[in-house]
């Protein structure tokens, strides 16, 4: 994995205060960097370690923090979106995709002083061989940098300030999504949309069509799937393409994925079933419908979601007896709820 350039790069993003700042003003103090949509309030290093708010900025120099205006529930959405996205990708290439959610991303100037930024969600491609973040923190310099930073622009703006921070430390692509809903606090100038920011060859960022990491992504089906209730067939075809893509350039498959390869050999039996059967399906014994269960079960654990206690229904038992491998695997990978696993299972 390559490793951060920032050991030789010089922090462009000085530190300057200005008289006259004061708790709560919206005017940023750090040089010409600017933090739309975000309160300044003084913040310790002591405070910041505690803190449990999301900090879109901190500098400990001038102690102070830029927090985000809280958008509400919307905000969560498109990320919670990407992770069930992200993790199709890696089932169909085989390997796993590391997320990391809540990490602080810090640098020490010559000083020892620490600037930190919080992106909205980190990915990388090989997290098996890369050097983590450890203890909620990624280190510039003494980390590997995430493969891609994920920013989600509800009510911020971050061309204007974390952008340019994340050019300087020389991460090497930045996803800036703005989400299709809009809440009121939303500048209406700023379009829904997904960009990807490149890092060039001269250590600046330029806007790309498509994802250097994921090869093959382009920035509108990004933002599409991402902002889609479900997942639908297009879009299940278009991650199928880049996690191929993914496996074809590290030698990997579907068939490297325990999950995936589970299905595919109880699809292959229900194939020969079927068969001797001249093509009806008749339901599945009690065993296989408990495997069925237990893997669903297991799905929906590995993508964090909650099952109720009565999960699952008499219904969706008997949905799930009669249902293809397609359509479960389809279910367990698209449902954002177990409630929306029983809808989609039982069509």
Not at 14 to 25: A, L, V, Y
Not at 278 to 287: K, L, M, N, Q, Y
Not at 340 to 347: K, M, P, T
């Given at each position: 994995?390559?490793?951060?350039?920032?050991?030789?790069?010089?922090?462009?993003?000085?530190?300057?205060?200005?008289?006259?700042?004061?708790?709560?003003?919206?005017?940023?103090?750090?040089?010409?960097?600017?933090?739309?949509?975000?309160?300044?309030?003084?913040?310790?290093?002591?405070?910041?370690?505690?803190?449990?708010?999301?900090?879109?900025?901190?500098?400990?120099?001038?102690?102070?923090?830029?927090?985000?205006?809280?958008?509400?529930?919307?905000?969560?959405?498109?990320?919670?979106?990407?992770?069930?996205?992200?993790?199709?990708?890696?089932?169909?290439?085989?390997?796993?995709?590391?997320?990391?959610?809540?990490?602080?991303?810090?640098?020490?100037?010559?000083?020892?002083?620490?600037?930190?930024?919080?992106?909205?969600?980190?990915?990388?491609?090989?997290?098996?061989?890369?050097?983590?973040?450890?203890?909620?923190?990624?280190?510039?310099?003494?980390?590997?940098?995430?493969?891609?930073?994920?920013?989600?622009?509800?009510?911020?703006?971050?061309?204007?300030?974390?952008?340019?921070?994340?050019?300087?430390?020389?991460?090497?692509?930045?996803?800036?999504?703005?989400?299709?809903?809009e809440p009121p606090t939303r500048r209406r100038r700023r379009l829904s949309g997904l960009t990807i920011y490149?890092?060039?060859?001269?250590?600046?960022?330029?806007?790309?069509?498509?994802?250097?990491?994921?090869?093959?992504?382009?920035?509108?089906?990004?933002?599409?799937?991402?902002?889609?209730?479900?997942?639908?067939?297009?879009?299940?075809?278009?991650?199928?393409?880049?996690?191929?893509?993914?496996?074809?350039?590290?030698?990997?498959?579907?068939?490297?994925?325990?999950?995936?390869?589970?299905?595919?050999?109880?699809?292959?039996?229900?194939?020969?079933?079927?068969?001797?059967?001249?093509?009806?399906?008749?339901?599945?014994?009690?065993?296989?419908?408990?495997?069925?269960?237990?893997?669903?079960?297991?799905?929906?654990?590995?993508?964090?979601?909650?099952?109720?206690?009565?999960?699952?229904?008499?219904?969706?038992?008997?949905?799930?007896?009669?249902?293809s491998t397609a359509d479960i695997v389809s279910a367990s990978l698209a449902c954002r709820s177990d409630g929306?696993?029983?809808?989609?299972?039982?069509?």
């Open positions: 994995m390559r490793q951060l350039r920032s050991k030789h790069v010089e922090d462009r993003t000085g530190t300057r205060r200005r008289d006259g700042r004061g708790e709560g003003s919206s005017v940023p103090v750090f040089g010409d960097l600017e933090f739309p949509g975000c309160e300044q309030v003084p913040m310790s290093s002591v405070q910041y370690e505690a803190s449990e708010q999301h900090v879109e900025f901190w500098d400990e120099a001038a102690g102070i923090a830029m927090i985000a205006d809280s958008p509400g529930l919307g905000h969560e959405e498109p990320r919670g979106l990407l992770a069930g996205v992200v993790e199709r990708i890696a089932q169909e290439r085989g390997a796993r995709i590391g997320r990391f959610c809540a990490v602080s991303l810090m640098r020490h100037d010559s000083r020892g002083l620490r600037r930190a930024v919080e992106p909205d969600e980190c990915l990388y491609l090989y997290p098996d061989r890369a050097s983590l973040p450890a203890g909620g923190s990624l280190i510039v310099g003494e980390s590997d940098p995430p493969d891609v930073v994920v920013e989600i622009d509800h009510t911020t703006d971050v061309r204007r300030g974390k952008l340019r921070v994340y050019e300087s430390w020389a991460f090497p692509e930045l996803w800036v999504e703005v989400p299709d809903a490149l890092l060039n060859a001269d250590g600046e960022y330029e806007p790309a069509p498509a994802s250097r990491a994921f090869p093959g992504w382009r920035a509108e089906e990004i933002h599409a799937v991402v902002n889609e209730p479900v997942i639908t067939d297009r879009a299940n075809a278009i991650l199928r393409r880049v996690g191929a893509a993914l496996g074809e350039r590290d030698g990997t498959g579907p068939d490297d994925d325990p999950l995936l390869r589970a299905h595919r050999r109880e699809g292959r039996a229900e194939g020969r079933v079927e068969g001797r059967s001249e093509g009806r399906t008749e339901g599945i014994g009690e065993g296989r419908l408990r495997e069925r269960v237990e893997t669903v079960r297991e799905t929906l654990r590995a993508r964090r979601v909650a099952m109720s206690p009565g999960f699952p229904s008499e219904s969706c038992l008997a949905a799930l007896a009669e249902a929306d696993f029983e809808d989609l299972v039982r069509g």
